[in-house]
């Protein structure tokens, strides 16, 4: 790949091109650090569907990080157990209230709710989506991409120093990097009904219920708002309607679920791929644009959240010359073993609910009730889930595990693109080694105290990029000044 220089002279630092969540959550983040970005958008408005609904811890702590959290907490329905039900029988419970994180729980928020909380916060910071605004094609030159953008039937170019598509999984961004989405489809139609229903379970629970005709799930949005997903034959009709969630309901749901109306249905096609690229040159991609995965396990927008607050402060720094080459590639490093592990488990998880061979149901049911016990299960479960067990070991910009870091003082928002170099109570701010990375690295190192002994470098992320229990002198301080250099000279 070759090395970029020069970011100066473009109409804009970042062009973000598609205004769903993940594009939305970019331009909050964009505006937070007070870069130059644009947002645009060819509908002519925010989607209405409540498409994704679960947000996970990880997804939480980095709201708060980001310093947007509150609304999310008004608005979630909580969900903090998960039960398997086959008909009338329980195969298995499973707590989902992972320690160590303010937020023990799933958060069930619709999408169109997510959307208007991230575009309410962003019009509050001044920002504006610039709907019917199409992006066509980019081209790169020095030091910046050149865009064609239609508006409403007019063409018109802007100048950037990065495009990032979050434009879906048609991306036209990552169409003009030469990429494709990798990977294969299921051969099964799915159907979707957001319901009204009476109080058949508490909210706090969500159910899955394989059966011989394949499963359905049960998500709760409220006491009396339940969403329904599941197999089917074949569509009937261009969405799913009343009679035909009844029926999935009568003959794979335990008794007593009552469908009282649909507030929104449809029928989807699911599929696992990924693009093998996640930049090209200046061209970032990142969401649906760049992975498309099985709806159960609910990681499809995490995901893409996920993908978008690696991808900021890297950026961020490279327009403020403080980040290179090498960091801007880490976000593919990075972000691709992730997306593989999230396409395995939800590809795992949609085979072993949906598979329709009567001997794999058989053994799929005995051996759920054994395993699901197992607090070494539970304890996988909940972490992958989560998103708390995401780490960047490997990464070619971290040393040891890459593992998450989060504390009080990460909180609301107040890092930004700053490394911290956090001390424990057997380190003094007043060492040398500390005294020496502050003067070398002014601008992206903030030194704070930390209840855990020992040394730790914390990325704007969240991420521990280098870790000492003990400092051993100059090596110590060394290694971590080296390590910093590697990606912000
Ligand atoms: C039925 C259903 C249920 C789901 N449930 C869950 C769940 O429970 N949990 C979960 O995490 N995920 C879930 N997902 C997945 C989730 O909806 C997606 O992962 C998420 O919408 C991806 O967000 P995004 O911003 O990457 O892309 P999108 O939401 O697809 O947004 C892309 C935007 O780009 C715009 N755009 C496209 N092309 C252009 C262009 N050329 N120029 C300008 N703008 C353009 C589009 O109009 C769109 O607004 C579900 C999906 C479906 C369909």
């Known amino acids: 790949m070759a090395t970029l220089s020069g970011s100066g002279g473009n109409d804009t630092d970042v062009l973000i091109v598609g205004a769903g969540p993940v594009g939305l959550f970019l331009a909050h983040e964009c505006a937070r650090r007070g870069l130059r970005w644009r947002l645009i958008e060819e509908k002519a408005g925010q989607s209405e569907h409540s498409k994704a609904l679960a947000i996970f811890p990880r997804t939480m702590e980095i709201f708060d990080m980001a310093d947007v959290v509150g609304p999310f907490l008004e608005k979630a329905n909580r969900v903090t157990r998960v039960e398997v039900t086959s008909h009338e029988k329980s195969l298995a419970e499973l707590p989902f209230e992972p320690g160590h994180t303010p937020y023990s729980f799933v958060a069930m928020v619709p999408q169109n709710i997510t959307e208007g909380i991230l575009a309410k916060d962003l019009e509050e910071r001044g920002g504006t989506i610039e709907y019917e605004t199409a992006f066509v094609s980019a081209q790169e030159r020095d030091g910046g991409v050149e865009a064609t953008v239609d508006r409403k039937g007019e063409s018109a170019v802007l100048t950037a120093s990065f495009v990032v598509g979050c434009d879906g999984a ?33 909210a706090s629970e969500l159910l899955l219920c394989p059966s011989e005709l394949g499963p359905v799930v049960l998500f709760p949005m409220s006491a009396t708002r339940w969403r329904v997903v599941a197999t089917i034959e074949e569509p009937e009709g261009d969405a799913p309607s009343l009679e035909l969630t009844r029926k999935i309901l009568r003959e794979r749901a335990p008794a007593g679920v ?21 930049r090209a040159g200046r ?18 927008m995490n995901t893409g959240l996920h993908d978008v607050w690696n991808l900021a402060w890297k950026l961020d720094l490279f327009l403020r010359g403080h980040g290179n080459d090498a960091l801007l590639d880490s976000y593919a490093a990075e972000r691709l073993p992730v997306i593989r592990g999230v396409i395995e488990m939800t590809d795992l998880m949609t085979r072993g609910m949906g598979t329709t061979n009567k001997l794999a149901q058989v053994m799929r049911d005995a051996v759920i009730p054994t395993v699901s016990h197992l607090a070494l299960f539970q304890h996988a479960f909940v972490q992958r889930l989560s998103g708390l067990g995401i780490a960047y070991n490997g990464s070619p910009i971290v040393e040891g595990l890459g593992e998450r870091y989060f504390d009080e003082s990460l909180r609301g928002g107040g890092i930004r693109s700053r490394f911290l170099l956090m001390l424990g109570g057997d380190v003094s701010a007043e060492d040398e080694g500390v005294r020496m990375l502050s003067t070398l690295f002014p601008e992206v190192l903030e030194v704070r105290t930390a209840q855990a002994p ?20 100059v090596r110590t301080w060394e290694a971590l000044g080296a390590l910093l250099e590697r990606q912000t000279r």
């Open 170 to 202: 048609h991306s036209r961004v990552r169409h003009g990097m030469d990429v494709d989405l990798e990977g294969g489809d299921y051969r099964q139609e799915f159907m979707l009904a957001d319901i009204e229903t009476n109080e058949f379970r508490p």
């Open 258 to 278: 009552e469908a009282r109306a649909v507030h929104w249905s449809s029928y989807f096609r699911i599929h696992h791929r990924h693009s093998a690229r996640l």
């Open 283 to 300: 061209r970032f991609i990142a969401g649906d644009a760049a992975h498309i995965h099985s709806p159960f396990g609910g990681q499809g």
């Open 454 to 473: 020992g040394i730790r470098l914390v990325r704007p992320d969240g991420y521990v990029a280098y870790t000492a229990r003990r400092t051993d002198g």
